[in-house]
């Protein structure tokens, strides 16, 4: 079966610093895939390159049949790959509606309403507050937004970027239960780049460990926990 998402060989970085070097993965229709590994190891990195954020100099990046390598971030949002990225980003002088509204700007305008109505089922938080400045909001608010954002925008693949940084432990449970239920529920498939290794793994179906921007591991959480090595030395368990 061929892969949603499919990344091979991807080499890249910031001017003549390569921070990714040759890494390949795959996350495939109605899959989560936890993409692991420390501060530095590339993980944003190959977010940014897959989002069209940072070019590629090596490598490929195919999404549905497609070659998104190297293409404007727009045709990659247009293509339905959404990103929810590290630090959330949300506008934080516009209200909660205006940033969810922003999220089907580039894809999905005209189901804008049904949609919106769908984020406000799954957070009520956001509902009973569409006038909010969502400056305003608590960080567990405002990571709902966030994810609300990107929903908006009916993401076939949705990438998130460190979800639970910043959260109390209880809204990270409350965090990766929502991923979890979107998976189940929609069908939803998930890149999920994160430091909560013990509740990526309980979610995923498949893990990807990158090291110094080059891949480590790749297979199921229970081939992952079951080397002592590789838990110690790269997931500190």
Do not use: W
């Not at 506008?91 to 109505?117: H, K, Q, Y």
């Not at 938080?125 to 608590?138: H, V």
């Not at 639970?164 to 409350?174: K, M």
């Not at 991923?179 to 498939?189: E, F, P, V, Y």
Request: aromatic share 4%; glycine share 10%.
């Amino acid at each position: 079966m061929s892969a949603l998402l499919d990344v091979k060989d991807l080499r890249g970085g910031y001017g003549r610093v390569e921070v990714l070097h040759g890494v390949s993965l795959q996350v495939h229709a109605g899959e989560i895939v936890a993409l692991l590994g420390s501060n530095g190891a590339g993980k944003t990195t190959l977010n940014a390159i897959v989002c069209g954020l940072v070019p590629a100099s090596g490598g490929r990046v195919t999404f549905d049949g497609a070659d998104l390598t190297n293409r404007h971030y727009r045709d990659i949002v247009q293509a339905g790959l959404i990103q929810v990225p590290e630090g959330r980003r949300i506008f934080p002088n516009l209200s909660v509606r205006e940033n969810l509204e922003l999220g089907a700007f580039a894809r999905a305008r005209e189901r804008r309403a049904s949609n919106m109505e769908r984020v406000f089922t799954i957070f009520p938080r956001l509902a009973e507050r569409p006038l909010q400045k969502a400056g305003t909001m608590s960080g567990g608010e405002q990571q709902m937004l966030a994810i609300g954002r990107g929903l908006m925008a009916e993401p076939r693949l949705l990438i998130l970027d460190e979800p639970s940084l910043g959260l109390s432990p209880l809204l990270v449970e409350t965090l990766f239960a929502l991923i979890q239920r979107l998976h189940a529920d929609d069908g939803l498939s998930v890149l999920l780049v994160e430091q909560n290794v013990g509740q990526s793994l309980a979610i995923a179906q498949r893990a990807v460990v990158l090291e110094n921007g080059s891949p480590r591991f790749a297979g199921t959480p229970a081939e992952l926990l079951a080397s002592s090595e590789l838990k110690r030395a790269y997931l500190g368990l």
